[in-house]
């Protein structure tokens, strides 16, 4: 191994330059004598010997790549005959050993012929084109904690020629695989990982876009649904998502079987399939969900973006950011017994996580009761976590008619893409598979007409001018060149590029995750939580806000003065409780009570709340999506609400100077 790394690591230019520089001495001096014979023969040696070290160094490469993929699984003859083969092309040779061995001995997991709705035709295509059109999975977070945006997704041109797409910021676990590039010809995709948003020129003119006739038309008309997953920590929620997304064909099976070796060998097996969404290393270590993860993938009739929300509790925040984008849930539970009841007594994230999707305005679920093969599939044990779990979500505000339950297994892949044939199952459950469920959902009515809102989850450098912001449109539509507002730091700055799902569009519409790359505006100015909005009809900035709140199962009432964190869409602030307005009955909405003392759980009421520093907020009859807030407290979520009315200090340029300086320290 110590060798050929010695060999790879030689710089080869460098002597490709000497040998240039030997070329020119040769030609220069026109007299040979028999000192240059010799330094002629000398010549050649080395020309011989650099062939050698330059051939060596590619196989040995090639056979780094392959065992990166396969790790130690295969003999080394094997792979050293298979890169001789094709020219020591690792693409190639890799396709050949999967091949070989998915014929020979690897049996392919039982429901990789199962896989039913978009991916059926897909899977109908050879294993050598599945390897090579097959996309990894698209992946970019949401958080705003991490700064990289790991795309690397391979688009299929018309002739049948992978073209990569641009990939933007570094991710070395998907560098690593060498699906996209062979070493000899490497990619610029991959040289850099910041690669400028391609744009387009816009062809129309914002007045004659006409939003709902481009809706209609793109993705074939498929609505797009923004889909969060959550759930107790260990339900099984990326195992069964990142086996969904295989069994889609959204993963392709080198990348899979790149995880089972890899995972096997970290001694984490059962894992294999979480890490197709748990990408980063502490997150494989530690076994759990960090950041949000965000995917796409397709249904039938949708298509859809998938984030796959933290759920240990330590972790809320970032899954607070990834349910208040979301317009559906799929909500995830453990069977097993007194897993389950772990998951949904006091201190599991079951129920809070249910709380936090409903309260930010989440109203169709979908409950994966996972794990099912742990308890044999029992009717019995289905229908006692239905009805545990009907009563509370009902509580928490969710329509029995909205809320649908579907027996899963995330590890065998059963009741995934495809309805289950289990016959445990079958002779009770006759119901929709979690793909038919997801496809079933209706799409949300979008704020297409209302003035253009972002809400940037992310801010990264761009390696042209400018730089990049990624976040969810909230309301109305953006086309390249348009001039938006940040707010803060109330600036505005030119939208020069538009992707959405990796691909460079002229528009982009309320409901899109899109990446804008802006011009005009200091990177530093921008931070996680700032407004994009339109500068015609901007959105207020406030320190002071009432609010309509209910108070959640608390344990300390709570009083003028209270410290709380003010959680919505991106933002995570410091405030206080500045002011109890009134107490309010549950359902009229009658005051009980005016100026109390405190407030204890369970209670509606009106309050002030105080910020720290200017937050950009709408109130919730305008803009329901930015007028949703929560409030936490030590760790807990204490209270959810909504935006009355917006008081104290909207923006000013003496603030802006300000709060620029506060946005850019270290409290991000
Ligand atoms: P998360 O924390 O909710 O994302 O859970 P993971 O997907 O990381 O899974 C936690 C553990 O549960 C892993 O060891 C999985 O292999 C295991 N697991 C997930 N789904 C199932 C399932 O359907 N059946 C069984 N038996 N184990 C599962």
Known sequence: MSRHRNVRGYNYDEDFEDDDMYGQSVEDDYCISPATGLCLIFNKFVLIFLFVCVWTG?????LDQMRAVLGDSIPDSTLTQAALKYDCDPHRALDFILTEENTNAHTPPKKKTQVGMRSQGKMLNSSRVEAEVVPKVARMTVSGKKQTMGFDVRSVEENGIVAPSVRRGPSPEVTAAPTTETPSKPSAVNEDSTAPTPTRPTGKSKQQLNIHAELEKRQGGKPLLNLVVIGHVDAGKSTLMGHLLYLLGNVNKRTMHKYEQESKKAGKASFAYAWVLDETGEERNRGVTMD?????????????????APGHKDFIPNMITGAAQADVAVLVVDASRGEFEAGFEAGGQTREHGLLVRSLGVTQLAVAVNKMDQVN????RFQEIVSKLGHF?????FKDSDVFYIPTSGLSGENLTTRSEVADLTAWYTGPCLLEQIDAFKPPQRSVEKPF???????????????????????GFIQTGDKVLAMPPNETCTVKGITLHDEALDWAAAGDHVSLTVTGMDIIKINVGCIFCDPKEPI????????????FNIEVPITQGFPVLLH???VSEPATIRKLVSVLHKSSGEVLKKKPKCLSKGQNAVVEIQTQ???????????????????RYVGSTIAAGVVTEVKGSTYTPFLTKHIAILYSSAFF
């Open 58 to 62: 590619r196989l040995y490469s090639c």
């Open 613 to 631: 520093r200017p937050v950009a907020l709408e109130l919730y009859k305008d803009y329901k999506e930015l007028g949703r807030f929560m409030l």
């Open 453 to 475: 809102r972002l809400c940037v989850s992310d801010v990264f450098k761009d390696q042209g001018s400018g730089f990049c912001v990624t976040g969810k449109i909230e309301a």
């Open 568 to 570: 919505y869409q991106t």
């Open 393 to 397: 979500l009902k509580q928490a505000g």
């Open 377 to 380: 599939w029992q009717q019995e």
């Open 540 to 551: 207020r900035a406030c320190t002071r806000f009432r609010a309509r709140i209910l108070l």
């Open 292 to 308: 949000v993860g965000m995917t796409k993938f397709e249904t039938d009739s949708k298509v859809i973006t998938l984030m796959d």
